[in-house]
C-alpha cells in the first residue's frame, strides 16, 4: 500500500477522513460514550472518521429506531393479504387481479422546521423512492401536516412554505395528491410534523427487495450527483431543537422533483427487464444506509471503489460521500452481463450510471477512495450491535370522566357551531388542497375530503361493467385523546381511520403507521410511545388491519417542550368497483341515520372534545372511550348496505361531534334538514349542556347514513342488531332545525367554514 | 385518426391524454420523443401537460428548443393540427408557434380546480366547430403560470382575426374567483392564425369520466377528433 504522506498530498481532507477517531469525535457526532465503546469493541479497533461516520448514522434513532425497536416488534404485522411487512423499503398488501398496493409513509418534520420548502418536498420525493424502489407505480399521495398555533406569525410562513413544497415535488412529478389532514396546535409551535404517505401499484409477483444477492455481482449507482447537501441529516432528525437549529439549513437536503421524474420512469422501464436483482433507495444516511442493508440483508459483502460515484463537486471525501443525502439517487445489483442495456435505459433519461463495486462474500463493507482503503468494517456490528434500549416509562392516563353538566355556559348551539367552523383545525382545507394538484393521472374519484378517504381508481382493472376496483387512503390521529390516554389515543386513531375507509365504501386492509413524539428519554413521553403502541396493537389486531411499514420521529421537542403525542395512522383499503364509492354529500330528500347511536342515547361524551376546549378553554377529561366490537359492527355493517346499493353518502361523527359532521354533509348542495330529537330532549332550550353533549359530544364507533331506501335498511339495521336513529329527512331549505328550540342557516356557516384559513393566511379574495 | 402524444422529459399528462384519445377515437396514438425529427404524417399532434426539464427555466422555454420542435413546425407548415394543454400551450408559445406569453398566476399559488369555459365566436378550427359558441364546457385547470397576458395592439389582433378561443366564464354573478389565473379578459386559450393550432391551459383529458371531473372533456375531445376526422 502507498504511504499516507502521498494521500495528504492528493486530498488533504480524505487524509484527516482516515484519520483515527476520537471520543469527541464520536460525541460530537451524537453517539454516547458507550455506544464509542461498544463500537471499538465490536470492529476490534479504533474507527477512522468515515467509519465512525458511518457509524454513528446507522446508530442513530432515524435508522436503528434504538428507543423504540422494543416496542415496535410488538405491532401486528402479518395477515393472509400481507405479502411484505415491516423492514423493507414499504409495505406490500394483495389486492386481487394478480395486483399489490405498496405504501409506507415516513415524517420529515425537523428539516420542514429548518426549511419548510425544502423539507416537505424532499419528504414527498422520499417517500415516492421508497414506494417506486420495490417496483410499484406510485398512484397517489396523501399527508398529515401539524403545525403551531394558528395565530403565531411563523405558523403563516411554515404553513404556506410546506404546502408550496409538498405541491411542488407531487405536482411536478406528476403524482396526484389526493388528502390528508391538516392541523394546529400551540405544542407545535417549534416542532412542526410533515408525514407524507405514497401508495403505488405494481404486479404481484413484480415486486423488487433490497436484499443483495450474488458474491461478483455489479453494484450501480443511478440518478442524481452526490453534492455536500444533507450530510448528517439522519443525526440532525434524531435530536432536539435548541435556539440554534436554524443554523442547521446546510443540512437540509434539496430536491429535484424534475430528476426524480426522470429518475422513476428509468427504474421503471428498467425494472420491466429481467435486469434488476436488488435495488434500495439512498434516503437518510445516503450511500450508508443503502449499501449497509443491501449487503447486510443478503448476508453478504460489499467493495466500493468512491472516486466512481458520480459527485457534484470536486474532492469529496470518503466521509463526505458516505453520508450525504443527496437527493435522487438508487443503489442496484445488477445480473452480470446486463449492464450495458441497463445503461441505455439511464442513458436515455440523461441520468447517471455508474458502476462502483461489487457484492462480496467477506461480511466487510470495504471503500476505497484514491487507491487508500477509507472503510474496512465488519458489517454485522453495523446492523445487528445497533443498541436497543428499554427506556423506563410511565403511561399516564386521565380518569376523570366530565359530565355534560360539568360545561356550563352561555353561548347557544349555532354560537358554538360558528365557533367550530371558525376553527381551523374543523374549518375546510380548501384553500391548502387547491395548491396541490389532485387529478393527475386522470384516476382519482374522490380527493380532499369529498369523501371520508381519498379514493383513486386502479389504472388497467375497468371492465365492460365497471370502472374496476379502487384504493381507498386515509390518515387519521387525534393527538388530544392520544396526550389524555395515550392506549386509547393510540386504538382512537385505527378506529377512525378504519371507519373512514368502510365510509367511502372500501374494506379496511392495512397500515402504515409514522409516530411523532417528543424525547423518549422522559418517562411520560416513553409511556406515550408505549401506550399508544399498545393501542395501535389491539385495535389493528381486532380490525385485521396489519402495520406494514412505518416510521418513527422522536426529540420532536424545543427548549424541553415536547409536541402533542401524534402516532398517525395511514391507512389502505380496497372497493371491487368504484362506482359503489360514497361521498360524505347527502342529496336532497334522503333520510340521515346515526349508525352507532341508539334512540337512548341521551348525553353525549364532552371530556377532550372540541366542545370542551371551546367552553373550558383546554382539554382536561377523559377522551371517549373505545369499544372495539361496536367499531367492528358499523364498519361491516355500512359495507354491507353499500354492497346492496342503498347508501347515498356517508360521514363519520369525530371531531366536533353529530351536529358539526351533520352540516359537513349538508354544505355541498346547500340543503336543510328538521332533526329529530330523543325524547328527553324535546323541551331544553339551546344553552342546555345536555342537548349541547348530544349535538357536540365526540362518542365513538358512529357513522352518518344518507339513503332513498330507508325501509330497507331499518330493516337490515334491525335484523343485524344494530343501534340506529334516525336524524330526518333533507330538504331545499338550507336550515337546520333542531325542533324549535333553534334554526342553523347552513348556508351561513358554509360562508365561515370557508373563510376560515383563507382569512388565517391573509388571503381576503377567496370565496 | 392517426394521433401522435409529444413526450419530453418531465411530461406528466402523456398517459392521461393517451387514455382519452384512445377511449374516444379507438386508436392508441403514437408516442413522439422529443428528441425525433422525423415524425410520421399524423392528423392530430398533442403536447400534453407536465414539467418539461422541470420548468426551471421558464415554463416550456428548454422544451421549445426540442429536436421535435422542428418537425411539429413542419406540420403546422403542411395544415396539420396541433393541441397544446397546460404546459404543451407554454411550450407552444415558447415556440413562438402561438403569441403572447403565460405568466405566474395572479396570486402566485398552483392552483388545481374546475373552471368553467366557454366557447367563442372565432375562426373556422377543428377544435370548435362541432361546439356551439357560448357553449359551456367544465374542465379543471392544474397550473402555477397559466395567466395568459398580451399587449394590447396583440390583443386587438387576436379578436380581429377571432382567435380567442375560449373564456372562463362565471358561473354565479357574484362569483369572484371564476378566472383560476387572472388572465387577460379570461383567456383560456387561444388559436393559430388558420385555426388548426389551439393552445389551451385547462386539461380535457382529466374531465371524462363522470365519476370525477365530468365529461365535458370527454364531448370536447370527441367533437374535435369527429372535426378532423371530417
Not at chain 1, 290 to 312: F, I, Q, W
Not at chain 2, 46 to 73: E, H, M, N, Q, W
Request: net charge negative; hydrophobic share 35%.
Amino acid at each position: 500500500m502507498k504511504p499516507q504522506s502521498e494521500l495528504l498530498k492528493i486530498n488533504k481532507n480524505e487524509y484527516l477522513a482516515q484519520q483515527k477517531s476520537k471520543l469527541e469525535d464520536a460525541l460530537e457526532m451524537g453517539l454516547t460514550k458507550d455506544e464509542y465503546k461498544l463500537i471499538c469493541e465490536k470492529i476490534d479497533k479504533i474507527p477512522n472518521l468515515t467509519e465512525l461516520g458511518i457509524f454513528s448514522a446507522m446508530f442513530s434513532e432515524h435508522c436503528s429506531y434504538k428507543s423504540s425497536k422494543k416496542w415496535l416488534k410488538t405491532l401486528p404485522t402479518e395477515a393472509s393479504h400481507v405479502i411484505q411487512g415491516p423492514g423493507e423499503n414499504a409495505g406490500v398488501i394483495d389486492i386481487g387481479e394478480n395486483l399489490a398496493a405498496v405504501f409506507k409513509i415516513e415524517s420529515h418534520n425537523h428539516p420542514s422546521f429548518i426549511e419548510p420548502f425544502q423539507g416537505s418536498a424532499t419528504g414527498v420525493g422520499g417517500i415516492l423512492r421508497d414506494v417506486f424502489t420495490m417496483g410499484a407505480r406510485p398512484i397517489a399521495l396523501m399527508n398529515a401536516l401539524r403545525f403551531g398555533s394558528p395565530d403565531q406569525p411563523l405558523t403563516q410562513h411554515l404553513v404556506s412554505g410546506v404546502v408550496k413544497g409538498i405541491g411542488g415535488y407531487g405536482n411536478c412529478i406528476g403524482i396526484p395528491t389526493v388528502g390528508g389532514e391538516t392541523n394546529f396546535d400551540k405544542s407545535y409551535d417549534g416542532n412542526i410534523l410533515v408525514n407524507a404517505m405514497a401508495v403505488g401499484l405494481a404486479k404481484k409477483d413484480r415486486i423488487f427487495y433490497s436484499a443483495a444477492t450474488g458474491a461478483g455481482n455489479p453494484v450501480i449507482y443511478v440518478g442524481a450527483k452526490t453534492g455536500r447537501d444533507g450530510i448528517h441529516g439522519a443525526t440532525m432528525a434524531s435530536a432536539e431543537f435548541t435556539k440554534n437549529s436554524t443554523e442547521k439549513r446546510p443540512t437540509v437536503q434539496v430536491g429535484d422533483p424534475f430528476t426524480g421524474k426522470l429518475l422513476l420512469e428509468a427504474c421503471l422501464e428498467l425494472m420491466n427487464t429481467d435486469a434488476v436483482l436488488s435495488i434500495q433507495d439512498m434516503g437518510a444516511a445516503g450511500l450508508t444506509s443503502s449499501s449497509v442493508e443491501m449487503a447486510s440483508k443478503g448476508s453478504l459483502g460489499m467493495n466500493l471503489n468512491l472516486d466512481l460515484v458520480p459527485t457534484r463537486e470536486d474532492k469529496m471525501t470518503s466521509y463526505e460521500i458516505m453520508l450525504s443525502e443527496s437527493q435522487e439517487r438508487m443503489l442496484m445489483i445488477l445480473k452480470p452481463g446486463s449492464e450495458e442495456k441497463a445503461k441505455s435505459i439511464f442513458d436515455k433519461w440523461d441520468l447517471d450510471f455508474a458502476n462502483i463495486g461489487e457484492v462480496t462474500n467477506t461480511g466487510r463493507l470495504i471503500l476505497t477512495k484514491h487507491g487508500f482503503e477509507a472503510c474496512n468494517l465488519p458489517l454485522e456490528p453495523l446492523v445487528k450491535d445497533a443498541p436497543e434500549y428499554n427506556k423506563p416509562f410511565e403511561i399516564k392516563a386521565i380518569k376523570k370522566v366530565l359530565k355534560p353538566s360539568d360545561l356550563k355556559t352561555n353561548l347557544t348551539i349555532i354560537d358554538i357551531l360558528k365557533i367550530i367552523f371558525k376553527n381551523p383545525n374543523i374549518a375546510t382545507k380548501k384553500w391548502i388542497w387547491e395548491q396541490y394538484d389532485s387529478s393527475v393521472m386522470g384516476d382519482t374519484i374522490f380527493a380532499n375530503g369529498d369523501s371520508d378517504a381519498s379514493l383513486v381508481k386502479i389504472h388497467g382493472t375497468e371492465k365492460k361493467e365497471s370502472f374496476g376496483k379502487g384504493l381507498a387512503i386515509t390518515t387519521d390521529c387525534t393527538p388530544r385523546y392520544v396526550k389524555s390516554d395515550p392506549i386509547i389515543g393510540g386504538m382512537q386513531a385505527v378506529c377512525e381511520a378504519a371507519r373512514n375507509i368502510a365510509s367511502s365504501g372500501a374494506k379496511p386492509l392495512a397500515i402504515t403507521n409514522n409516530l411523532n413524539f417528543g424525547n423518549p428519554d422522559k418517562k411520560n413521553v416513553m409511556g406515550e410511545i408505549v401506550g399508544s403502541i399498545k393501542g395501535i396493537s389491539e385495535a389493528a389486531s381486532y380490525l385485521s388491519t396489519p402495520i406494514v411499514s412505518g416510521n418513527v420521529s422522536l426529540y420532536n421537542e424545543t427548549n424541553g417542550k415536547s409536541i402533542l403525542p401524534t402516532p398517525v395512522i395511514g391507512m389502505v383499503g380496497a372497493i371491487d368497483e368504484v362506482e359503489n364509492s360514497l361521498k360524505i354529500s347527502a342529496e336532497p330528500d334522503n333520510v340521515l341515520i346515526a349508525l352507532g347511536q341508539s334512540e337512548n342515547f341521551k348525553a353525549g361524551w364532552v371530556g377532550c372534545s372540541i366542545y370542551q376546549e371551546i367552553i373550558n378553554k383546554k382539554y382536561d377529561g377523559a377522551p371517549p372511550p373505545i369499544n372495539l366490537e361496536n367499531e367492528k359492527k358499523v364498519i361491516e355493517i355500512i359495507l354491507k348496505l353499500n354492497e346492496q346499493k342503498l347508501l347515498t353518502a356517508a360521514h363519520d361523527i369525530s371531531d366536533g361531534g353529530l351536529l358539526t359532521t351533520v352540516c359537513e354533509m349538508l354544505f355541498k348542495y346547500n340543503l336543510g334538514l328538521d332533526i329529530n330529537l330523543p325524547s328527553n330532549l324535546i323541551n331544553c332550550d339551546s344553552y342546555d349542556p345536555l342537548l349541547q353533549s348530544w349535538c357536540f359530544g365526540e362518542d365513538q364507533a358512529r357513522i352518518i347514513i344518507a339513503t332513498k331506501h330507508i325501509k330497507k335498511v331499518q330493516l337490515i339495521l334491525k335484523e343485524n342488531n344494530i343501534d340506529f336513529f334516525v336524524l330526518g329527512e333533507t330538504n331545499s331549505s338550507s336550515n337546520l332545525n333542531l325542533n324549535d328550540i333553534t334554526t342553523i342557516s347552513i348556508q351561513d356557516i358554509n360562508n365561515l367554514n370557508e373563510k376560515t384559513i383563507p382569512s388565517m393566511m391573509g388571503d381576503q379574495q377567496q370565496g | 385518426m392517426r394521433s401522435g402524444v409529444v413526450i419530453f422529459p418531465g411530461s406528466n399528462c402523456d398517459r392521461d391524454m393517451i387514455v382519452a384519445l384512445r377511449k374516444i377515437s379507438g386508436k392508441t396514438p403514437i408516442k413522439i420523443w422529443h428528441k425525433e425529427y422525423d415524425i410520421p404524417n399524423l392528423d392530430l399532434i398533442v403536447i400534453p401537460g407536465g414539467f418539461t426539464f422541470g420548468d426551471y427555466l421558464r415554463c416550456g422555454a428548454l422544451a421549445a428548443r426540442s429536436p421535435v420542435i422542428t418537425s411539429i413546425k413542419n406540420h403546422i407548415s403542411r395544415g396539420g393540427t396541433v393541441l397544446g394543454v397546460c404546459n404543451g400551450f407554454q411550450i407552444l408559445i415558447e415556440a413562438e408557434i402561438l403569441p403572447g406569453s403565460l405568466i405566474r398566476n395572479k396570486k402566485l399559488l398552483f392552483t388545481c380546480r374546475e373552471t368553467t369555459l366557454e366557447v367563442q365566436s372565432c375562426i373556422e378550427s377543428p377544435f370548435l366547430s362541432g361546439l356551439k359558441i357560448g357553449e359551456c364546457l367544465k374542465i379543471p385547470v392544474a397550473h402555477n403560470e397559466g395567466n395568459y397576458f398580451a399587449p394590447e395592439d396583440l390583443l386587438k389582433q387576436l379578436k380581429e382575426e377571432g382567435r380567442i378561443a375560449l373564456k372562463y366564464i362565471k358561473q354565479k354573478d357574484n362569483e369572484k374567483n371564476y378566472n383560476p389565473n387572472g388572465s387577460t379578459e379570461d383567456i383560456a386559450g387561444i388559436l393559430s392564425k388558420n385555426g388548426k393550432v389551439l393552445g389551451m391551459m385547462p386539461h380535457p383529458e382529466r374531465a371524462i369520466n363522470y365519476l370525477h371531473g365530468g365529461t365535458d372533456g370527454l364531448k370536447f375531445l370527441t367533437k374535435c377528433v369527429e372535426q378532423i376526422i371530417g
